[in-house]
């Protein structure tokens, strides 16, 4: 790499590395991001978005340079058609990064999501990457470039793998900063809100809850999406063959975590729809994640190791520290570190306090 490159990648670099320092909302961050990428590795349009870490499916925030219909056809290319470079696909890998075209052998034709969605527009190569942080992916980025300009090189696709992991530690500090927002107006409706939605995303059907919770939910960032895309993206990979459903959480503007479930419905044998394949429609239900629910996400974003992890859930069960030493073939003297670690890291001071926050609570203040 020449002197004057490598010195432009080292400043973008330091740039990316003190704005994910600075502790900003999920909106400015992904903004920010995206200039100061724009600065280091030219590219024509682009989309970002936060990612739950259980489920991979999309959480509100989100920051998409496209217009509603290809919007919508890009959630359901990356949960329900096979394709190159997937967003759960580079969760796996070493480097979560990978260009469209190395990918493709150069051609991208082979590409459905290129033919299907980026050839008409005159886009070329595309750049993915996932924002990992240990084994749990915080968010991604989608960049394309025009048909005639060159594929991204290998040092911008090494350029973009430096910067995923300080993304990630700033998306999943965000992610904390914000899960305990205290929550404000009236508590909602006592009963589920239920949609049903056809292919084409249309809202067929729901009741006055779900038009409730679905209002209590941040706007997206993408030009006309009728729907959340965490709504879209449950629909699409509800419909995946053999999928039996999708569950996932998502959280309202003033910080109250919702249960979303998306189911394929299929008519009654015998009727005149039964056995169509000319589209149908998926039923999905918005309710209060319990808060039990949300005990996994907060280990999650306080970085319990694995034992940590295991050792509360005992905690939970109410069993006596002595038979959970024994369960776990260690001392009760290293039983005991690793209990005032699990509750330095969640500030809490005792057991009692330990079940109120992960089974009574919502998630407090970071």
């Not at 190569?125 to 025009?146: H, K, N, P, Q, T």
């Not at 508590?187 to 729901?206: F, H, K, M, R």
């Amino acid at each position: 790499m020449e002197p004057t490159l490598r010195r432009h990648y080292r400043a973008a670099h330091d740039s990316i590395s003190q704005l994910c320092g600075q502790r900003l909302a999920d909106s400015e961050l992904l903004g920010a991001a995206a200039r100061e990428l724009g600065r280091a590795v030219q590219y024509r349009t682009g989309g970002w978005l936060r990612l739950d870490p259980q489920t991979m499916l999309p959480l509100p925030g989100l920051l998409l340079q496209a217009g509603h219909d290809r919007a919508r056809k890009l959630i359901r290319n990356e949960y329900f058609e096979p394709d190159f470079v997937k967003f759960r696909d580079l969760t796996r890998r070493p480097v979560p990064v990978d260009t469209l075209h190395r990918a493709t052998g150069g051609v991208l034709t082979r590409s459905t999501r290129y033919r299907t969605l980026q050839a008409d527009l005159g886009y070329g190569d595309e750049l993915r990457a996932v924002f990992r942080y240990g084994d749990s992916a915080w968010g991604a980025v989608c960049i394309a470039r025009s048909a005639a300009d060159p594929p991204f090189s290998a040092e911008e696709a090494a350029f973009v793998a430096r910067v995923c992991e300080p993304l990630a530690r700033a998306l999943r500090m965000s992610h904390l900063l914000t899960a305990g927002v205290a929550e404000v107006g009236p508590e909602g409706p006592a009963s589920p809100g239920v949609l049903v939605i056809a292919d084409d995303g249309t809202v067929i059907a729901q009741t006055d809850a779900a038009r409730y919770w679905l209002a209590q939910l941040p706007p997206e960032r993408a030009p006309g999406l009728d729907l959340p895309v965490s709504v879209l993206a449950a629909l699409s990979a509800a419909g995946a063959p053999g999928a039996a459903g999708q569950q996932g959480l998502i959280r309202t503007s003033n910080g109250r975590w919702l249960r979303l479930e998306a189911a394929r419905l299929t008519p009654p044998a015998g009727t005149p729809a039964a056995g169509r394949s000319d589209g149908g429609h998926t039923a999905v239900v918005i309710e209060p994640a319990a808060a039990a629910e949300l005990s996994p996400r907060l280990l999650e974003l306080h970085e319990l190791t694995e034992r940590e992890r295991e050792i509360t859930q005992l905690l939970l069960q109410g069993l006596p520290t002595a038979d959970i030493a024994k369960r776990l073939f260690i001392s009760r003297y290293t039983l005991g570190d690793h209990v005032k670690s699990v509750f330095a890291k969640l500030g809490v001071s005792s057991r009692p306090e330990l079940t109120a926050l992960l089974l009574d609570h919502t998630l407090p203040p970071a």
